[in-house]
């Protein structure tokens, strides 16, 4: 019989940690939309940068197997070829502490942003898949002696459509298909490349699903989905342009508070 999916709970990275686009931050590629006032800036005292044991403890509190997080690339390089240091091995302490509370840990190389330096239309420029495919190397090696499983993209043609067919992210165009159609072959050929270095025992199918879901619908979602983890998005409520407006939780004044049900639980499913 096949084993359920591992029942996790997602933390998104930019909309959350805070440290990105303003001065002397980590720059990504909303950094020009924000300074212009085209998209919201994420807001400040949300931020679980230096917070994110406390998001672990909930997340097991909850019940949760394990937690994925994104090492935001733009935090890792802010520059090319320039690592932070500081930010892989706060990272590492996060990956740590999901070890030391025995849940499981899940890391996503590119979520919803990218860095700065790598343009708005990274996916079309030829140069991007010798860097991706580098940054991704790198991941492995910083994090992946402290991971139960390792995806490369969280949603990999969304970042392709939303730019270039609905306007929602950069390069914030609308109906550019050919440009779109050209961006999906080259970024799905980076997808390929990447995986293929990862190795056996960190591969796993995932199925994301909102936060607003209650527990005895998860549970349905897990009866049925045909993965491995199954991820609930997010844990923590962010802000700025990739929020969504989901979460469990909330950071306020660096205090972490509970936006679902004190009795919410997915022990039961796990």
């Not at 706060?90 to 502490?97: A, I, Q, S």
């Not at 890391?107 to 990218?114: A, E, K, P, Q, S």
């Not at 491995?228 to 998005?233: A, F, G």
Request: aromatic letters at 8%; charged letters at 25%.
């Amino acid at each position: 019989m096949t084993p359920p999916p591992f029942v996790m709970a997602a933390l998104d990275g930019y909309s959350i940690e805070g440290g990105f686009d303003g001065p002397h931050q980590a720059p990504t590629c909303y950094t020009a939309a924000i300074a212009l006032g085209q998209v919201p800036a994420v807001e400040s005292g949300g931020w679980t940068w230096e917070h994110y044991r406390d998001a672990a403890d909930l997340a097991q509190a909850w019940g949760f197997d394990g937690v994925r997080i994104v090492a935001e690339w733009a935090r890792c390089e802010p520059q090319p070829h320039q690592r932070d240091a500081e930010a892989i091995a706060n990272y590492r302490d996060v990956l740590k502490g999901l070890r030391e509370r025995g849940l499981r840990s899940s890391l996503v190389v590119v979520d919803r942003v990218w860095p700065s330096w790598l343009g708005p239309e990274a996916w079309l420029l030829p140069w991007v898949p010798v860097e991706f495919q580098r940054h991704v190397e790198e991941a492995l090696e910083n994090f992946g002696d402290l991971l139960d499983s390792f995806h490369i993209f969280s949603d990999r043609d969304g970042l392709v459509r939303r730019g270039f067919l609905t306007g929602e992210i950069p390069p914030f165009r609308k109906g550019s298909r050919e440009d779109c159609n050209d961006a999906l072959t080259q970024i799905a050929a980076m997808d390929e490349r990447a995986r293929a270095i990862i190795p056996s025992e960190l591969r796993a199918r995932s199925v994301e699903v909102s936060s607003q879901l209650s527990p005895s619908a998860l549970w349905s979602v897990v009866q049925h989905a045909e993965a491995d983890e199954v991820v609930v998005r997010g844990l923590v409520r962010g802000s700025g342009p990739v929020a969504t407006g989901d979460g469990l939780s909330e950071m306020h004044e660096g205090i972490l508070i509970r936006r679902a049900p004190d009795n919410y639980s997915v022990k039961e499913i796990s």
